[in-house]
């Protein structure tokens, strides 16, 4: 992924490096599965949502009998105005009742919006968002972002919203630079996903924007890049193994990130060591092809 206007400055773009798509979206995704999908945030945003939810029982409802009345009655009205003009041999007559007929068309629309608006209230006064519920969904979506990263990249496009990217030098290192994102999380469409009902919908109008926040795009250790999901999956007390199967990878890699999670201890490789000395050449037991009688018959 790049710009096309980076390479030559237009429009005042100076992103003139590119970056894997499958690098960004797998950062973007570390980001959201660490900081957005833990059970601590989810509970908070339940919490919110409640509150919200409870100020607005306190609000008066609006009555609307006589809305409903005034339905009925306009649609009896349509109605005549409709045979009428079916009837009707004069075009300008005609025209009369269609404009009348869209005006009360456009009064039982406004209506009946107060009307569901009003009844969806009332539900409201009953009903809440549900922890237990919110908490189920909220593993179903981490399953959905387990799965592989183009199958995940819907949903990690709306949990960031729109994203801004620039480069920035890396001190001491010529011509290299560093991609840094920066978007806004959604978290009024994370409340949406963890309770996809009326409820969870009308409250998420009350969630504000978060602040924005930056995310380094650089490819990591995979152990480095899971710790946090696998010690919190490990502290709810899947075993090492299972962690493994569940992401398709060895158990050494999730003691690694458990360890990394734990100490921030990084895997340091070592290089095996050449041994100095003299060069033995073996020697070449190939044999050369015997030379033909001919050819000695030749050279004599």
């Known amino acids: 992924m790049g710009s096309v ?27 959201i599965r660490n900081n957005l999908l833990t059970d601590e945030v989810v509970t908070g945003l339940v919490d919110k949502a409640n509150s919200f939810l409870e100020e607005e029982t306190q609000k008066p409802i609006l009555q609307t009998e006589h809305l409903k009345k005034r339905i009925a009655q306009t649609k009896q009205k349509m109605e005549r105005l409709i045979r009428r003009s079916s009837e009707t041999g004069d075009d300008i007559v005609a025209a009369r009742y269609h404009a009348e007929i869209e005006r009360l068309s456009k009064q039982i629309r406004d209506d009946q919006s107060v009307v569901t608006a009003a009844a969806a209230a009332e539900r409201r006064k009953l009903l809440r968002l549900d922890h237990s519920s919110a908490l189920n969904q909220l593993q179903d979506l981490r399953s959905v972002l387990n799965e592989d990263v183009a199958i995940a990249g819907p949903a990690i496009r709306a949990l960031t919203g729109p994203i801004r990217i620039r480069q920035k030098e890396i001190v001491g290192r010529k011509n290299m630079f560093r991609w840094v994102a920066r978007f806004t999380p959604q978290v009024a469409m994370l409340l949406r996903k963890l309770a996809p009902n009326e409820q969870g919908s009308f409250a998420s109008q009350s969630i504000p924007l978060g602040n924005s926040v930056e995310v380094v795009l650089e490819k990591l250790p995979t152990y480095e890049r899971m710790a946090p999901e696998f010690k919190r999956l490990h502290g709810e007390g899947a075993s090492a193994e299972a962690i493994a199967a569940m992401y398709k990878l060895y ?13 921030g201890e990084r895997r340091t490789g070592t290089k095996a060591k050449r041994t100095r000395g003299p060069v033995v050449r073996r020697r070449d037991t190939r044999r050369s092809p015997p030379m033909s009688c001919a050819w000695w018959m030749k050279m004599g």
Not at 5 to 18: E, K, M, R, V, Y
Not at 251 to 263: C, D, G, I, K, S
Request: include cysteine; proline fraction near 2%; hydrophobic fraction near 30%.
């Open 5 to 31: 206007n980076g390479l030559d400055g237009a429009h005042g773009c100076q992103l003139s490096t590119s970056k894997s798509t499958r690098v960004i979206e797998q950062c973007l995704l570390d980001y």
């Open 251 to 263: 158990p050494t890699t999730v003691h690694q990130a458990l360890r990394f999670a734990e100490t």
